[in-house]
């Protein structure tokens, strides 16, 4: 009988969340396991969040046309660049080839990140200490990126996650937003002019309202956008985000038909809301 090594014994003996091949020492870098290879309750939810959503993401990854030099994916936003680190493990380790590009504010991040991802051997990952729309004009990510990612960024950085995805000819977009509050300060900037023009108004005139109305609206007016641009936009729960009020992800595929009535409906309801000329800039239509 084979003899086993201590490297079998412990994978053995890890918790059934923990994927076979999948890196144990990713995982402890990451703290989702602990050193003994086990799992506390708050490391449990937290990869299973990160499973979903990778679920999504690998089917629009398998769905890429092949390339010599294999996929490209863009994380804003990436923070700890937990979801980055296990898309890599789980789809690109095995590939051998494709770049993850992790895109964050937070320098103390990005070294930290890069310097994991040199331990650890993933060497077809790169960190960049940019702001999502600094990295539209960085010239270390190439031309055209196959499928940008943005969890969670706030308040107008999902929007231009999305300006990037453009301007990058994305195949794929998959967002999460977060704190949508720029429209929210638009509504109520002419929020007394607008109750004595129409009664949607009531829809916005208590500042709790205002927030969800604004925040709701936003994501809206981003699905229109993509979709006038040539994206098939799906919008669903991000289901196993539980402890967080931020569940809405929207899924959106590049077909290449623009569709003119989704910008038509964009601009009737910038100018329905009284937010026409604060938030017409953010929307730039190019309909044929």
Known sequence: MKK???QDIAESVLPPEVRPGQSVELLKQLHILTREGKLNQDSRRKLK???????FIEKLLHELPASHSGPTLADHGAGKSYLGFIIYDLFFKALGQGTIYGIETRSELVASSQALAER???ERMQFLNLSVAESAQSDVLPAQIDVVTALHACDTATDDAIAFGLQKQAQYMVLVPC???ELARALNQNKALNLQRTPLAELWRHPLHTREVGSQLTNVLRCLYLESQGYAVTVTELVGWEHSMKNELILAKYTGQKKRSSGERLLALLKEFGVQDSMGGR?????N
């Open 120 to 122: 650890l051997g993933f």
């Open 49 to 55: 969040q990160v499973y979903h959503l990778f679920q």
């Open 4 to 6: 086993r090594s201590a």
């Open 179 to 181: 704190c949508q509050a």
């Open 283 to 287: 929307y730039p239509l190019t309909m």
